[in-house]
């Protein structure tokens, strides 16, 4: 049986919902994109969901399913720019690397993943790696035994055709998730002639990035080495300290893939949305299933994996409360 909306194979929630789901919506528009876009490999699980999420199935008192609706929570967007030891980034962009064309490689500027810092940092080391020797660390985890990559990324295609991407707008969720893999290359230095100031030490990436984006290369160029502070009558615009460059980096990709998981969230549950629930007054039920992060426990947790634990232990007090001591 097919697991329901954004749920890991195998999992209670996945199989409470497919129970009702299986005859009604093909599993390719409830599954594939946010296992691709919200999961990633962990020391622990190779396919553990790193962002929390409820749906509502709704019905018939006949059974019959009348749509459904996914929404979305706290995305670990730490994850996009720094991984553990023996860990890797989400899915998805190691489908795209493995399994985009010929033409799709030059087209969307694809490199072999040890090429790019947001995917080189799993090492055999657990200390973080420092930027300028990261690229000599040794990749531990660019694939998992048993994963065909290449047919992940069939899959994922055929599920946004079948949620309704047009190829046009496949072409820009690569060239986003391309944009931001080459952004995170991107490297700092201080001007030799002033020390206030910053500069891009490999400006070749730029133009890459800009391409992706389809933005200016000069607006990209402020954007990654100044911020405008408005006071009354006067805008500054003052240059970012080497310290703080790559944070602001990170922020930047951050916010883009953020951006983009919410839309694609936004586009399953349009595509979820039965319209004639919306014409009709017929009565109609619902069952709701959350599914929640991925549960880790570390020698030493990550501040985002803290607060993970911490909410998953809350909700299971919750739940422990409700269902056993106040119903008894």
């Avoid at 969230?265 to 959350?290: M, P, Q, W, Y």
């Amino acid at each position: 049986m097919s697991p329901g909306p954004g749920l890991e194979p195998g999992t209670a929630a996945s199989r409470t919902v497919a129970s009702i789901y299986g005859r009604a919506l093909n599993p390719y528009t409830i599954s594939v994109l946010p296992l691709a876009f919200g999961n990633a490999k962990t020391a622990h699980n190779n396919n553990s969901s790193r962002f929390g999420k409820f749906i509502q199935v709704n019905y018939q008192e006949s059974g019959t399913v009348r749509g459904a609706y996914v929404e979305k929570y706290l995305l670990e967007k730490s994850r996009l720019v720094y991984q553990e030891h023996n860990e890797r980034n989400y899915h998805v962009f190691y489908y795209l690397l493995a399994g985009a064309s010929e033409d799709e490689r030059k087209a969307f500027h694809l490199k072999k993943p040890e090429e790019y810092h947001y995917l080189s940092q799993m090492t055999k080391t657990s200390s973080h790696p420092h930027w300028d020797s990261y690229c000599e660390s040794e990749p531990d985890c660019f694939t998992v035994e048993g994963e065909d990559l290449k047919h992940d990324f069939e899959r994922l295609q055929l599920a946004m055709e079948m949620v309704g991407f047009l190829p046009s707008t496949r072409k820009q969720i690569f060239s986003l998730l391309s944009a931001i893999l080459h952004l995170g290359n991107i490297r700092y230095k201080r001007k030799t002639y002033r020390d206030d100031s910053i500069d891009i030490c490999n400006p070749e990436v730029l133009p890459v990035v800009s391409e992706l984006l389809e933005v200016k290369e000069e607006m990209l160029f402020e954007a990654l080495t100044t911020r405008k502070t408005v006071t009354v009558g006067e805008k500054l615009i003052v240059p970012y300290k080497l310290a703080e460059a790559g944070t602001v980096r990170d922020s930047m990709a951050k916010s883009l893939y953020s951006a983009l998981f919410d839309w694609i969230v936004f586009r399953i549950n349009h595509a979820l949305l039965n319209i004639k629930d919306l014409e009709e007054t017929t009565k109609i039920l619902s069952i709701g299933v959350l599914d929640i992060f991925g549960f880790e426990d570390y020698e030493n947790n990550s501040f985002e994996q803290f607060c993970i634990n911490f909410a998953n232990e809350r909700l299971q007090h919750y739940f422990n409360q409700h269902i056993f001591k106040l119903e008894q």
